[in-house]
């Protein structure tokens, strides 16, 4: 390490650290905001006090049943859900950037999504009810699974997975799968195209505590083991060759890398629809304040992307009340223009 990178990377450490100690509380007010905020108001004294209650602690400050049903029922499971959907998008992304070794890589690029809204334009339009009102769900997400099999197939060279094979193949199952929704869209009736837009819009406005629990294992199991794969993500910022030269198993580490995000992704596209943008967003952002060190990067990325979501939500259901703005729309109208901001300012920085 030279005398003038010490400084920078010392700063780089500090930041990171108080990035990591500032979004848990980010997090905890964004929750209090999102529970409390709505038709029915609930002060942030009485939200503690409902939850309590079942604990057999007297009430801070008094409330009314209606307000806690509302939270118990409504508000949490979508709070809940909006937190597991961010985070798992969030360090998604973040993981698909460090394997590609592109800050412009995003979930979507293996087809998950893309996948998904096929097989739940099909459910809709072929009238799939096997599993009742988790049909569309369980589509989308065994569509997620297909095509990131299919890509996993398309990818390999010689027993190996080729990380530019899987980027091109991925595009063309996007495209495909597009069509193949396109096709459905074009069958489909007035009422199951409302269904199938408003899906593709994403929104969590279905979410409830089963729904919830469904989407909870996957997504935390990517939660949790993806920063587990940061030593290995950093090795890759050298090529896959240094990587392996300093010990890393370089093509389990990208089956793994590869299988949580299909995980991860799908039942978060599966339980919320599509919602663009936070897996490409937030670990960019991200990446300028603390440095490209995945240690921090991972799980910051997780934290902040549930924080956003949760927020985008609540922004959703309250900017046009009493109609619902889909969630995917939000994302997109902040996400998008926010983008194009720091990519203007890479290109300035870099004399581009």
């Avoid at 992704?265 to 990446?287: M, N, S, W």
């Avoid at 799980?299 to 922004?315: I, K, R």
């Avoid at 259901?317 to 890479?346: D, H, S």
Wanted: glycine share 12%; with cysteine; hydrophobic share 55%.
């Amino acid at each position: 390490m030279t005398a003038a990178a010490a400084p920078v990377l010392s700063r780089q450490r500090t930041r990171a650290a108080l990035v990591l100690l500032a979004l848990p509380l980010l997090l905890v007010g964004a929750v209090v905001l999102a529970v409390g905020t709505g038709a029915v108001p609930i002060t942030p004294g009485q939200v503690l006090s409902i939850l309590l209650a079942p604990l057999g602690v007297s009430p801070l400050q008094g409330y009314e049943e209606q307000q806690a049903a509302v939270l118990w029922a409504i508000r949490l499971p979508r709070v809940a859900l909006g937190i597991l959907v961010g985070a798992g998008l969030a360090i998604a992304g973040a993981a698909m950037q460090g394997l590609f070794r592109n800050p412009l890589a995003d979930p979507g690029l293996l087809g998950i999504s893309s996948g998904a809204s096929l097989a739940a334009a099909m459910s809709v339009v072929l009238g799939f009810h096997a599993f009742g009102m988790y049909s569309l769900p369980a589509a989308a997400f065994v569509g997620s699974l297909l095509s990131t099999a299919l890509i996993y197939l398309l990818s390999q060279d010689r027993g190996r997975v080729n990380v530019t094979t899987m980027l091109l193949a991925g595009i063309a199952i996007n495209a495909l799968c597009g069509a193949g929704t396109g096709l459905m869209t074009f069958l489909a009736t007035d009422e199951q195209l409302r269904t199938i837009t408003f899906w593709n819009l994403g929104s969590l406005g279905g979410a409830t505590w089963p729904t919830v629990l469904s989407a909870l294992p996957l997504i935390v199991l990517g939660v949790l083991v993806l920063p587990l794969t940061a030593r290995a993500l950093n090795a890759f910022m050298l090529g896959e060759s240094g990587a392996a030269h300093l010990g890393i198993p370089v093509q389990g580490v990208k089956w793994l890398i590869v299988t949580l995000v299909a995980l991860s992704v799908g039942a978060g596209v599966a339980v919320a629809g599509t919602i663009g943008f936070v897996g490409l967003v937030v670990p960019h952002l991200l990446r300028l304040v603390t440095g490209p060190n995945h240690r921090t990067l991972l799980p910051a990325s997780a934290l902040l992307g549930a924080t956003l979501l949760v927020l985008a939500d609540l922004v959703s259901r309250t900017v046009a009340v009493p109609a619902e703005v889909p969630i995917g729309i939000v994302t997109a109208l902040l996400g998008a223009p926010f983008f194009l901001y720091l990519l203007r300012q890479g290109r300035q920085e870099t004399g581009l």
